[in-house]
């Protein structure tokens, strides 16, 4: 729970209790953490030379904000891995064309911001890199949980600037984590790791099998009638649908605010559920009118 969190409770709350449920230990020992520290401008070359070094199968790379997902995918695009990106900026199309080759090993690699990358299950990743540390502990705990899926072994690598190694020493404090030092090898081992890895990476499938429209028919898009004029913020309507019993994070996808309406994604069959059980919900003290849109 954040510090601040916790200030505000034992500020004002009375007999109030925090509660602590455990993490699975088996997962966090299935899983290998390892830090690089580096300078901004080395940042991005660091993470190619992991990215070699390591010759992940499946990856996930995690970007705070979707300016950076989008630099970090073009940068490893113009070297031929392959990669595609997934945030709230692109329409729904798009994402669900990038979920669905992602999943269908298409690409390797995938570039998205925390929200976006919601509802992906995949159980064969075997590394999560980290490009910025997430401004909450949980959203650490959540992305390294992609990896080492039904008793695999994974491996979570963060390529973090000088300025985040106090973060990261919370995140440890916090868990108990054992986060070691990765450490590159010599000049002429990377380049025949890249020779190797981009060889690797170009056997991917070339040929596209889609499922695009079994994939849309398991992600609902829905309007409420309520936004920035009513006061609504993301979070708001995020804790509404997480009140919903069988809902989960997983199952919510991007949540868009706009000025006199809101739309949320409710993924895996859910939506339709959703849907119903918000009818009665209350947000900011009343009922809202929900609708379901239809992509064109």
Sequence with gaps: MPKKIRTLARRHLINHEFIKIET??????????EVLFCSK?????????VIYTSKPSKAIIFCNLRDTVDEVYQGIKKLKISVCKLHGGMDQKERLAAINDYKNDIYSILVATDVAARGIHVDNISHIYNYDLPFELDTYIHRIGRTARIGNEGNAV???TYSQRFNLDNIIKENNYEISEFNLPARDMIESFKLDYIKQSSKRKIKKVSKAKELNKQILRIRM???????????EILGTLLSIDNITTDDVGIISVERTCSYVEIFNNKGNYALAKLENKTLKGKLRKYKVISDS
């Design 24 to 33: 699975n230990e088996k997962s966090k020992v299935n899983i290998k953490q």
């Design 41 to 49: 401008d080395l940042q991005f070359k660091n993470l190619v030379e």
């Design 158 to 160: 963060s390529i973090l």
């Design 225 to 235: 009638n309520a936004g920035k004029d009513k006061k609504i913020r993301p979070g």
